[in-house]
């Protein structure tokens, strides 16, 4: 496998986590105490950990630091858009297509 698509690979299942560790609790826990929605986030954010940290290490064999980078946040609003909208019911807004559109033009810069 490409090693790309490996960190891309990795780096989707990764944010998928974290995205649920940072916004999930605000639906799931809302009627707990702060502190334990921080320890479950924290023990989501375990796997987010397992998974990101080799992505990062494969990815940087055949990538700069910046292009890891901007794969990181292209793929990270590419996996909270349906979150928000599919599992926390937000709104489908305009704002998204816009930050899109803002992050094609990062992405071509960074790997140009």
């Not at 929605?37 to 992505?55: D, K, R």
Request: aromatic letters at 16%; glycine letters at 6%.
């Amino acid at each position: 496998m490409p090693i790309i698509l490996k960190t891309t690979l990795l780096l989707m299942a990764s944010n998928l986590f974290m995205t649920f560790a940072w916004y999930g609790h605000l639906k799931n826990q809302a009627n707990k105490a702060w502190y334990v929605a921080a320890l479950v986030s924290w023990g989501i954010a375990l796997f987010e950990y397992l998974l990101q940290v080799p992505a990062n290490r494969i990815g940087y064999t055949a990538m700069s630091l910046g292009q890891l980078k901007m794969l990181q946040e292209v793929i990270a609003i590419g996996v909270f858009i349906p979150f928000a909208v599919l599992y926390m019911k937000q709104p489908i807004k305009l704002d998204f297509l816009w930050a899109g559109i803002c992050l094609l033009g990062a992405v071509y810069f960074t790997f140009r």
